[in-house]
Every structure is written in C-alpha cells, then in structure tokens.
C-alpha cells in the first residue's frame, strides 16, 4: 500500500503537481455579477445616453436643426423673436415668416446679421441663408407636388 502511495506521489511530481497541496481552480467569471469594475451593464446618464444615440444615427445635423427653431427666443433675442416665427430649417436654409410687411423688409435687412449671431451660437454650416417671407393667406397646397387649379373652390360649385 505504501508501495503504490509513493509510486503516486512520484507520479504526481513528474507532472509538476504538489501532493497534499489542493489544485487551484481556475477562477470563472459570472456573467450575473459584475464586479467592482466597471461593466457594460452599468448605469449611464440619460443625456450620455441620448448624445451616444445620435451619433450612432448620425442624427446631428437633424437635432441641431430642431434646436434652433425650439431655441429661436433664445438665439435671436425677444424683439426680433415676438414679430417673426422660423417656419423651417432644411439643407441650410432657414425659412421665416414676419408678422407683417414691414417687418419682413426690416429682417430681409437683418439677414446677415442674423446668420452671423446664429452661426456665432448653434456653429458653422447649420444655417447658411436666411429666406423671409411677409404674412400670407392660407396656402392650401401640401408638399412638394400639386396640381394646377382654381385650388379649393373647385369642391364647392
């Protein structure tokens, strides 16, 4: 018995393993735990979060847009702000309505100083020209495509 309790500790040496010395397990990693690290499962802020997602759509140029028509009292300032209304901002060009025609002559002579404070606040290449359109009617016509025609009237005679 002694006999075959050396030949396994003999055994044992040659393949670098120390008897009576308890094997080290390897250590397995919970996926269910994340630890004192750091880990892709942590909280993040809602903002980092929200910035991350429009980079990864490439979303920018649209949020930026979006910003400086909620944002108009802000960037342009109450006067100019309580008489005209930014109806649209594509591809650069920002489209306004005055309130009436007057104003519409004093802001198409504040176009250049406009796109300069609005380039100097949102960054260059967001608005690039200043369209200003007086009061008008109701326009009835939707989207880029439209018949020639008397318009509404045709449905009523």
């Known amino acids: 018995m002694r006999a075959a309790l050396a ?4 055994a044992a040496r040659a393949k670098g393993l120390s008897p009576g010395v308890p094997r080290a397990r390897p250590r397995r990693v919970d996926p269910a735990r994340s630890g004192s690290g750091p880990d892709a499962r942590d909280p993040v802020r809602f903002g980092d979060m929200i910035s991350r997602l429009v980079a990864e759509r490439g979303w920018q140029e649209t949020t930026t847009a979006a910003g400086v028509l909620a944002n108009w009292d ?18 650069g ?13 004093q802001l198409r002579l504040l176009t250049r100083t406009l ?18 359109r007086g009061p008008a009617q109701a326009d009835w016509r939707k989207g880029p495509r439209r018949v020639q025609g008397r318009g509404p009237r045709d449905t009523y005679g």
């Open 93 to 105: 060009e920002l489209v306004l309505v005055a309130e009436s025609s007057a104003w519409a002559t």
């Open 7 to 10: 030949q396994a500790r003999a």
């Open 115 to 132: 796109a300069a404070r609005l380039t100097e606040q949102v960054g260059p290449g967001v608005v690039e020209s200043i369209v200003v």
């Open 74 to 91: 802000r960037l342009v300032g109450p006067e100019i702000a309580d008489h005209c209304r930014p109806t649209s901002l594509q591809d």
